[in-house]
């Protein structure tokens, strides 16, 4: 495993994908004709076949392409992008946008497939998707993973140093309001899914509610905790923990294992109100020419031993359960949001796309970041 100081600043620019998952503007659907699965080959010569692979930076082995030309035949090449914004973009665009497999987080996978640009998961093609825990396969935007397969997944909560509040967290609202002497030493993230998503889980709502008299209550609340925060903060709220300028901030489970790798008092906690669920995941393009190959990529990626890299050098938990067994006893007991069933996790409310609905959030998000 990497020095856990040095890749979790690397980390960062993988995660800043999984981090936007900022709401989707509706665009135009399919009209059901185009989502056919196309006739795949099992015995088809994968040597013959390339594939282009979109990913956020090292969120794989660095050597992946030439151990999956090696362990198929098939060729790949590997692009990144920073955001799923960005891969969105490429891939809305109405023409072929030169990828067969994208990485994008699960409220983008379910867009794309109310599009009609992925092509349904052929299982026969995908052996290993046997690895995958069982809760992976209820995934409240892909049931069944029926267009799509999960390569990461984890939950959102507060981040907190237990050496510096004299009570631990255990309610959103000791983020929103937070005591005293905490005032000025919270943080926040701006992105239009998590920045709402304390209020909404403290004022009992649904991470998905489009609801605009819920949201209106939303926006109250936050634009009251704006006061007592030190900054909204969606990428170096750890560091802030880690210096003591913070003592608790809102953070995905893995991003707070950056911070406990630096100090060991820094600690995630989900509150009692509940969370999310995310998930980044696999998809395959209904214009990949070398869909048998783009199935092979993921199953290969569905090998115990890479769902593994994944956990021990990005600090997230993988669907992968046979991945998930193989880690170390000393890592899970490092940080603890490894030792997390996938069971639990799926407690959490999965995050969808929120459709037409989306405008009201980023503009809702607008306003409270803008409010005096």
């Not at 090292?58 to 035949?73: I, L, S």
């Not at 690895?131 to 997944?153: C, F, I, M, Q, R």
């Not at 489970?253 to 630096?262: K, L, M, R």
């Amino acid at each position: 495993m990497k020095a856990i100081a040095h890749h979790s600043r690397r980390a960062l620019a993988a995660a800043a994908g999984v981090a936007l998952v900022a709401a989707l503007a509706a665009c135009g659907g399919s009209d059901g004709d185009d989502s056919a699965a196309a006739e795949l080959d099992p015995d088809a010569d994968l040597s013959k076949q390339s594939i282009v692979v979109s990913n956020w930076a090292d969120y794989m082995p660095e050597d992946v392409a030439a151990k999956f030309e090696e362990a198929t035949g098939a060729s790949m090449k590997v692009t990144n992008h920073a955001t799923n914004e960005e891969v969105m973009a490429k891939l809305t665009a109405g023409s072929d946008s030169g990828i067969d497999v994208a990485f994008v987080s699960g409220p983008f996978a379910q867009a794309l497939a109310e599009q009609g640009l992925v092509e349904p998961i052929h299982a026969d093609l995908i052996p290993n998707l046997e690895n995958l825990a069982e809760p992976a396969t209820k995934l409240a935007y892909d049931e069944g993973n029926e267009y799509s397969v999960p390569y990461t997944w984890g939950t959102t909560g507060i981040c907190y140093r237990s050496d510096l509040v004299k009570e631990a967290p255990t309610s959103w609202n000791d983020l929103l309001e937070p005591a005293p002497e905490h005032k000025g030493k919270v943080t926040m993230m701006a992105t239009d899914r998590w920045l709402m998503l304390p209020a909404q889980k403290a004022l009992g709502f649904s991470a998905n509610t489009t609801d605009e008299d819920e949201m209106a209550k939303v926006k109250d609340k936050l634009v009251a905790a704006k006061m007592n925060l030190l900054a909204y903060d969606d990428t170096t709220f750890y560091e802030r923990l880690i210096s003591g300028e913070a003592v608790m901030v809102e953070a995905w489970d893995g991003w707070c294992n950056y911070g406990t790798a630096e100090n060991k008092d820094i600690t995630f906690t989900v509150p009692e109100e509940g969370s999310d669920l995310w998930v980044d995941t696999m998809v395959v393009l209904k214009s990949s020419k070398n869909k048998e190959a783009a199935h092979a990529f993921i199953n290969y990626l569905l090998e115990p031993e890479n769902g593994a890299w994944a956990a021990e050098n990005i600090l997230y938990n993988v669907p992968n359960q046979k991945a998930m067994d193989m880690l170390p006893a000393e890592l899970k007991e490092q940080y603890p949001p490894l030792q997390v069933t996938a069971e639990e996790l799926l407690e959490g409310e999965g995050l969808t796309d929120l459709g037409e609905a989306a405008t009201m959030y980023t503009q809702l998000v607008t306003e409270i970041t803008s409010s005096k």
